[in-house]
């Protein structure tokens, strides 16, 4: 009997080290889960905004070729257009044929290091309520007194700002999970039908902000050449140079709500 008490404490403790194990591989992922006073508003919204899906573009097999023969990595969704649109035809007379195509300085690629939710980002709302004269709690409800845009954006200058911006926020959707957009709008009388009590006696104040995506890493640049040698075709990239770069990217059609109940004005 004792020695079956003492594998049962073994097998008990063995399970709770391999949940505390589970639960600490995930740290990322509670961090990106919506808290409970963050109310999606998609359906409420009187703006409706626009879908800023950026799905992955898929190379053609001649873009893929081009880019599997590149030392350096390249995943700019808008270089990658340029390359499917583009097209070179081996001919039996390409033998002696030596060319270089200048593409220009593109950013190459953007690797994040910190994406984190601020779910705070900016105050969009204040509803107020003073039921210090009332003989009965009273119920609040939100109600969106003024359109507000809300935006995001780079926080510093950059070369090719638009292609730098494209891929942060690629890299931010994918580790967030969270829909991303440089701007989104809360439409003039969006409401919601969450309630909060205001005792009596006491004045209400229900603050309403607009979250956001903290997104930092570093993007790639370099001189991007076509190099032609007969039938040979490849990617040369030359002059990289790497650059810190962060931005704050709004969650679209989310608010966070803070209820506060106070005897004196605020």
Do not use: C
Not at 138 to 161: D, S
Not at 195 to 201: E, G, L, R, V
């Amino acid at each position: 009997m004792k020695k079956l008490v003492q594998a049962f404490i073994i097998v008990f403790f063995l399970l709770g080290t391999i949940g505390n194990v589970q639960a600490e591989k995930n740290p990322k992922e509670n961090a990106y889960k919506i808290p409970e006073s963050v109310l999606n508003i998609a359906k409420e919204n009187t703006y409706p905004n626009p879908t800023q899906d950026l799905p992955y573009l898929q190379p053609s097999d001649f873009t893929q070729n081009l880019l599997e023969s590149s030392k350096v990595r390249i995943e700019n969704p808008d270089l990658i257009r340029m390359l499917n649109e583009s097209s070179v035809n081996k001919t039996p007379f390409a033998l002696g044929l030596r060319a270089t195509i200048y593409l220009g300085e593109w950013p190459l690629y953007y690797e994040s290091t910190e994406t984190a939710p601020n779910w705070e980002y900016q105050k969009i709302n204040t509803n107020f309520y003073d039921n210090r004269g009332g003989k009965s709690p009273y119920q609040m409800h939100y109600v969106q007194e003024a359109q507000k845009v809300v935006r995001g954006g780079l926080t510093a200058k950059v070369a090719n700002a638009d292609d730098v911006m494209k891929m942060m926020m690629l890299k931010a959707s994918e580790k967030s999970k969270l829909p991303l957009a440089f701007e989104t709008i809360v439409g003039a009388g969006t409401k919601k039908d969450q309630i909060y009590n205001i005792p009596t006696k006491r004045l209400g104040y229900l603050y309403a902000f607009a979250p956001a995506i903290n997104e930092k890493g570093k993007v790639t640049y370099g001189e991007v050449y076509i190099v032609l040698k007969g039938h040979k075709r490849q990617v040369v990239v030359k002059n990289v140079t790497t650059q810190g770069i962060g931005a704050w990217i709004p969650v679209q059609d989310h608010i966070s709500f803070t209820f506060v109940s106070s005897e004196r004005p605020k």
